[in-house]
Protein backbone atom coordinates (compact mmCIF):
# COMPACT_ATOMS: atom_id res chain seq x y z
CA UNK A 1 0.00 0.00 0.00
CA UNK A 2 1.10 3.26 -0.81
CA UNK A 3 -0.24 6.48 -0.31
CA UNK A 4 -0.66 8.96 -3.00
CA UNK A 5 -1.01 13.02 -2.61
CA UNK A 6 -2.87 15.53 -5.42
CA UNK A 7 -3.79 18.62 -5.99
CA UNK A 8 -0.55 20.45 -5.31
CA UNK A 9 0.63 23.23 -7.80
CA UNK A 10 0.82 27.10 -8.35
CA UNK A 11 -1.08 29.49 -6.95
CA UNK A 12 -0.93 33.01 -6.52
CA UNK A 13 -1.33 34.86 -2.89
CA UNK A 14 -4.48 34.81 -1.74
CA UNK A 15 -5.69 31.88 -3.75
CA UNK A 16 -6.97 28.26 -3.04
CA UNK A 17 -5.95 24.80 -3.34
CA UNK A 18 -7.01 21.54 -1.94
CA UNK A 19 -4.82 18.63 -1.61
CA UNK A 20 -6.43 15.21 -1.50
CA UNK A 21 -4.36 11.98 -0.16
CA UNK A 22 -5.75 8.12 -0.87
CA UNK A 23 -3.73 4.94 -0.46
CA UNK A 24 -3.24 2.95 -3.49
CA UNK A 25 -3.99 -0.41 -2.24
CA UNK A 26 -6.98 -1.95 0.02
CA UNK A 27 -6.92 -0.91 3.34
CA UNK A 28 -8.64 -2.34 6.16
CA UNK A 29 -8.85 0.41 8.68
CA UNK A 30 -7.33 4.11 8.65
CA UNK A 31 -6.68 6.07 12.24
CA UNK A 32 -5.48 9.28 11.84
CA UNK A 33 -4.54 11.05 8.90
CA UNK A 34 -3.25 14.11 8.16
CA UNK A 35 -0.37 16.44 6.35
CA UNK A 36 3.05 17.87 6.83
CA UNK A 37 4.94 20.31 5.18
CA UNK A 38 8.36 20.88 4.55
CA UNK A 39 10.89 23.65 3.56
CA UNK A 40 14.19 22.52 2.58
CA UNK A 41 16.79 23.61 5.09
CA UNK A 42 14.19 22.91 7.87
CA UNK A 43 11.91 19.77 9.43
CA UNK A 44 8.93 18.40 8.20
CA UNK A 45 6.64 20.02 10.42
CA UNK A 46 2.91 19.56 11.23
CA UNK A 47 -0.24 21.22 9.34
CA UNK A 48 -3.29 19.31 10.41
CA UNK A 49 -4.50 16.13 11.05
CA UNK A 50 -7.88 14.05 11.78
CA UNK A 51 -8.83 11.20 13.83
CA UNK A 52 -11.38 8.78 12.24
CA UNK A 53 -13.95 10.24 14.30
CA UNK A 54 -13.40 13.30 12.19
CA UNK A 55 -11.58 15.57 15.39
CA UNK A 56 -9.02 17.86 13.90
CA UNK A 57 -5.89 19.33 14.95
CA UNK A 58 -4.25 22.41 13.38
CA UNK A 59 -0.73 23.24 14.28
CA UNK A 60 0.91 26.91 13.12
CA UNK A 61 0.14 29.66 10.63
CA UNK A 62 -2.67 27.08 9.02
CA UNK A 63 -4.92 27.62 11.37
CA UNK A 64 -8.03 29.95 10.34
CA UNK A 65 -7.18 29.56 6.98
CA UNK A 66 -6.90 25.93 6.40
CA UNK A 67 -9.34 22.99 6.71
CA UNK A 68 -8.81 19.30 6.99
CA UNK A 69 -11.15 16.76 6.18
CA UNK A 70 -11.58 13.08 5.33
CA UNK A 71 -14.37 10.65 3.72
CA UNK A 72 -13.93 7.23 5.44
CA UNK A 73 -15.37 4.97 3.30
CA UNK A 74 -12.77 6.09 0.69
CA UNK A 75 -9.84 6.66 3.22
CA UNK A 76 -9.12 10.07 1.47
CA UNK A 77 -8.13 12.41 3.59
CA UNK A 78 -8.10 16.13 2.29
CA UNK A 79 -6.65 19.63 2.90
CA UNK A 80 -8.20 22.86 2.07
CA UNK A 81 -5.84 25.54 2.00
CA UNK A 82 -7.34 29.02 1.56
CA UNK A 83 -5.90 32.52 1.55
CA UNK A 84 -2.34 31.15 1.02
CA UNK A 85 0.57 33.07 1.65
CA UNK A 86 3.65 33.14 0.42
CA UNK A 87 5.17 31.16 3.31
CA UNK A 88 2.65 28.20 2.78
CA UNK A 89 5.09 28.07 0.05
CA UNK A 90 6.68 23.78 1.09
CA UNK A 91 6.36 20.15 -0.11
CA UNK A 92 3.36 19.00 1.65
CA UNK A 93 3.30 15.10 2.56
CA UNK A 94 0.51 13.30 3.86
CA UNK A 95 0.04 10.31 6.41
CA UNK A 96 -1.67 7.84 7.91
CA UNK A 97 -1.80 5.01 10.32
CA UNK A 98 -3.01 2.21 8.63
CA UNK A 99 -4.40 -1.14 9.15
CA UNK A 100 -3.66 -3.29 5.54
CA UNK A 101 -5.07 -6.02 7.48
CA UNK A 102 -6.70 -6.72 11.40
CA UNK A 103 -4.11 -5.69 13.98
CA UNK A 104 -1.57 -4.71 11.21
CA UNK A 105 -0.86 -0.87 12.10
CA UNK A 106 1.36 1.22 10.29
CA UNK A 107 2.35 4.31 9.81
CA UNK A 108 2.21 5.84 6.12
CA UNK A 109 3.20 8.93 4.30
CA UNK A 110 2.59 10.12 0.32
CA UNK A 111 4.86 11.17 -1.79
CA UNK A 112 4.91 14.86 -1.24
CA UNK A 113 3.27 17.43 -3.38
CA UNK A 114 4.59 20.88 -4.19
CA UNK A 115 2.99 23.91 -3.12
CA UNK A 116 4.22 27.18 -4.61
CA UNK A 117 2.37 30.44 -3.74
CA UNK A 118 3.56 33.63 -5.98
CA UNK A 119 3.24 36.88 -5.09
Known amino acids: VQLQAFGGGLVQAGGSLRLSCAPS????????MGWYRQVPGNERELVAS???????NYAGSGKGRFTISRDNAKNTVYLQMNSLKLEDTAVYYC??????????????WGQGTQVTVSS
Open 95 to 108: YARLAVRLGDWLNY
Open 25 to 32: GSVFSAGT
Open 50 to 56: ISPAGGA
